[in-house]
């Protein structure tokens, strides 16, 4: 079992969401036949064999096995993944594109998805890979922004030179700099 899937076929996704489908799949997070995910789930063995199939087609859900049981083949299926990504890909960009600066939060959204694409195209059952991720909370007044975000720009722009040259494994550096907002304020 993979730790990620990267969903970018709209087929996958429409597989994928829906609520029934996502039981059937948590429930695969273990090897386990239709009849058990059946039991567990209050439903019938061929309601969760027609999700169980879906998924299969969708490349979401693999058969790991298969048993004899009173005559009859039966299934061992497994999730293919601990969890899956929904690339932002799959609805596609709507109106054009606006011209943005670095301090856009349209921009941090393009990097984003950069990102989360690039993390996704590696290959996670790797352990050795190298790779950092690095969050806190800095609290800046707003007449110390300017000078914050200079700062920071000149702290990055030093490793970019000093470490930017055509020799050695390629890393790519993202900083994600944006308003924290109050937990109680999300709807």
Known sequence: MRDVVYLEQIEQAEALLKPQRIDVLRQLAEPRSCTEVAGVL???PQRVYYHVKRLVEAGLVRQVAERRVRGIHEG?????ARSYWLSPRLVGRIGLRQTRDRLSLGHLLDLMEEVQADVAAL???RPDLPSIGVSGEIR????QRKA???ELQGTLQDLFTRYGGAEGDAFRLAVACYPKGDPDDRV
């Not at 061992?76 to 293919?80: E, G, L, S, T």
């Not at 800046?140 to 007449?143: A, F, I, N, Q, Y």
């Open 123 to 125: 290959d996670l059952s």
């Open 148 to 150: 914050f975000l200079d």
């Open 140 to 143: 800046v007044r707003p007449e």
């Open 42 to 44: 209050d439903q019938s």
């Open 76 to 80: 061992i299926y497994q999730a293919a």
